[in-house]
């Protein structure tokens, strides 16, 4: 148990498909991000949320909507996606900005086809 | 943006061997940290050193931060199967996660 949850583990949806990607934190973090991670890539900070309010959005499609309606979660809305946004998505917090250890959740691996 | 270069991609053993892992950069960091992540996994978090030249000791692990806190490496006594696995370092330029950077990772592969 890491204290931070996803759901789901597995996603497979089509390119003309909605869905979203949920995370949740048990640790009284109040920092909490989105990473992608793809084979042979290095992880990708794609949203950061401090408080509530997002602080980054490091020029990710638009077709990735990120909402963060508490402290505790975290949401990652998705809609028309492509082949190449298949990847394993990351769920992480940490204290809050100040703290560089991050605790991750399990992931979703997302497969659009 | 600061780049972290591990080495070696990738990395096969038997059991029982001895290994290290490095991690580089040409930027300076406030703080570095390695991380496991197992097939399936996200990272767990398994060490962090703040101090240019600090060695830290986790059971057969020991993780060493360069003096000029540019680099670190991770050396493994006497592998295990067990710690197969992908290993990541991060760094923070100033302290701040929403800076934390990762390297692409070293996959270790412990043959029984």
């Known amino acids: 148990e890491t204290g931070v949850t996803q759901t789901p583990r597995h996603l497979v949806m089509g390119m003309t498909n909605k869905k979203s990607l949920k995370c949740e934190q048990h640790?009284?973090?109040?920092?909490m991000y989105w990473y992608k991670q793809s084979a042979k890539k290095p992880l990708e900070l794609m949203f950061v949320?401090?408080?509530?309010?997002?602080?980054e959005n490091n020029s990710v499609p638009s077709r990735f909507s990120p909402e963060c309606p508490n402290s505790s979660h975290l949401f990652l809305h998705l809609h028309t996606l492509q082949p190449e946004d298949s990847a394993l998505y990351l769920c992480a917090s940490s204290q809050d900005l100040e703290f560089t250890e991050a605790f991750f959740g399990q992931g979703t691996r997302l497969t659009v086809v | 943006t600061q780049l972290l270069e591990q080495s070696p991609q990738f990395l096969s053993i038997q059991e029982g061997e001895n290994l290290t892992v490095y991690c580089n950069s040409s930027s300076v960091f406030s703080s570095l940290q390695w991380y496991r992540q197992e097939p399936g996994e996200g990272p767990v978090l398994l060490v962090t050193v703040v101090t240019g030249g600090e060695v830290k000791k986790l059971k057969r692990l020991t993780f060493q931060f360069g003096d000029a806190r540019k680099d670190s490496s991770l050396h493994i006594t006497a592998a295990q199967p067990g710690d197969t696995g992908l290993y990541l370092c991060?760094?923070?330029?100033?302290?701040?996660?929403?800076?934390?950077?990762f390297g692409s990772g070293t996959q270790l592969t412990v043959l029984p």
């Open positions: 640790l009284g973090h109040n920092a």
């Open positions: 949320y401090s408080l509530e309010e997002r602080v």
């Open positions: 991060a760094g923070a330029p100033s302290g701040s996660a929403r800076q934390l950077t």
